[in-house]
T-cell receptor, first 115, second 110 residues
């Protein structure tokens, strides 16, 4: 079974702090994604990566950056956390195929609270 | 802009009931529509639909797509408490991103 692991389930940070959310997958997937999930808004894509050192902006990249130095690891960085970044963050990966989204495998999520 | 709207927002039923969850969409370039179940944190894949009128079935769950009217439904028969979850519909527009709906929260009471 594919495993997508997010380093923290719950995280509490202060406004202005730099925050790193880590995601590791063990199935050699090319594609990795970061989503945030807010009530009533569904999942919104922040960034995705289809290869090492490659990244593409999603719907809501402002205030975030990402890093993909190794195939199995995709990090989401909040350079200066703000209260409106309080949210559930979900990492996902998918194998190569005719599309990037054929089947996403999700991590268990990180609930980030910015105070 | 692609759009996915799910209804109802939430639903409370009793065990044994049958439920129908709705997903309507607007898309410029349709590739597929996907359904996910999210129980605690991680959404898990249920179905991928690409063609109109062909029902996908897995146990008590089934789903069908209508590409003319731009909607899909997810049916759950003989519901059980373990079906309680948020059900997410997502649209693959052949680009690089999935567009998710807001989800339907289903609660099944014993």
């Amino acid at each position: 079974d594919v495993k997508v692991t997010q380093s923290s389930r719950y995280l509490v940070k202060r406004t202005g702090e730099k925050v790193f959310l880590e995601c590791v997958q063990d199935m050699d997937h090319e594609n990795m994604f970061w989503y945030r999930q807010d009530p009533g808004l569904g999942l919104r894509l922040i960034y995705f990566s289809y290869d090492v050192k490659m990244k593409e902006k999603g719907d809501i990249p402002e205030g975030y950056s990402v890093s993909r130095e190794k195939k199995e690891r995709f990090s989401l960085i909040l350079e200066s956390a703000s209260t409106n970044q309080t949210s559930m963050y979900l990492c996902a990966s998918s194998p190569p195929g005719r599309g990037l989204n054929e089947k996403l495998f999700f991590g268990s999520g990180t609930q980030l609270s910015v105070l | 802009e692609d759009k996915v709207v799910q209804s109802p927002l939430s639903l409370v039923v009793h065990e044994g009931d049958t439920v129908t969850l709705n997903c309507s969409y607007e898309v410029t370039n349709f590739r597929s529509l996907l359904w996910y179940k999210q129980e605690k944190k991680a959404p898990t894949f249920l179905f991928m639909l690409t063609s109109s009128g062909i029902e996908k079935k897995s146990g008590r769950l089934s789903s069908i797509l209508d590409k003319k009217e731009l909607f899909s439904i997810l049916n759950i028969t003989a519901t059980q408490t373990g079906d309680s979850a948020v059900y997410l519909c997502a649209l693959d527009n052949a680009g690089n991103m999935l567009t998710f709906g807001g989800g339907t929260r289903l609660m099944v009471k014993p």
